[in-house]
């Protein structure tokens, strides 16, 4: 029987959290965003991850592209989106193109609403704010503070957590956790360019989600045991 909702895309993060919660024994829903991203491939790369681990999923259909039209993973404008940056560029540019506006705040709202629902307190997510510190709503902190709220804002007898195991933790060791996982990082899509026919192309290689992914496997290959970052 189902025991937790997961908010799962195509990408390493969420995957690893999946194969850590089938590793646990724990039954997770999954709930899968199409909320009209340029990757849209990473949505069946979701889906495939899910039957791989026998789990339930349900696909979401929520276009968000009214919500921000300057944002260049939605509304088709993947032409926008930076290239070629380095991990420090990144960091220090502020906001990045592709932020999508409190994505995980309305995927979460979401989550909880079934979560009360069904019953189901155990709320998981990806989010990876350290590896990702321009995403103010991937963080450790946004997690406490969206809980909180979903506690005073549902009934007594409902009270969720939220979860985001992976927020402190290096890119690189969430990388190094697939690989004890035995996550395949080939059933993974992170790539902001569309990818939506299968089989799929390869990753640009340039976008700040590719930068970000590469980095952290050499850094991850470097290091294995996760000594001297
Ligand atoms: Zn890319």
Sequence with gaps: VTDCILLLSGGIDSTVVLADLKRRKRRPLCLIF???????????????????????HRVVDLPLGWTAPGCALLNDGAAGLAKGR????I?????????VPF??????????????GHGIADI???GNGLASGN??????????AFEAAAEVGTQPAYAPRINFPLA??????????????GVELDHTWSCYHDGRHLPMARPCGTCDSCVQREAAIAQARLTPNGASQ
């Design 34 to 56: 199409d909320y009209g991203q340029s990757l849209q491939g990473e949505i069946q790369y979701a889906v495939a991850n899910a039957r791989r681990y026998d789990v339930p």
């Design 86 to 89: 380095s991990l420090n560029e």
């Design 91 to 99: 960091a220090a540019a502020g906001a990045p193109p592709s932020y």
């Design 103 to 116: 994505r995980n705040g309305v995927f979460l709202a979401l989550a909880v609403a079934a979560g009360e």
């Design 124 to 126: 998981y997510c990806g």
């Design 135 to 144: 995403y103010p709503d991937d963080t450790a902190e946004f997690a406490a």
């Design 168 to 181: 402190t933790m290096s890119k690189a060791d969430v990388v190094r956790r697939a690989w004890f996982l």
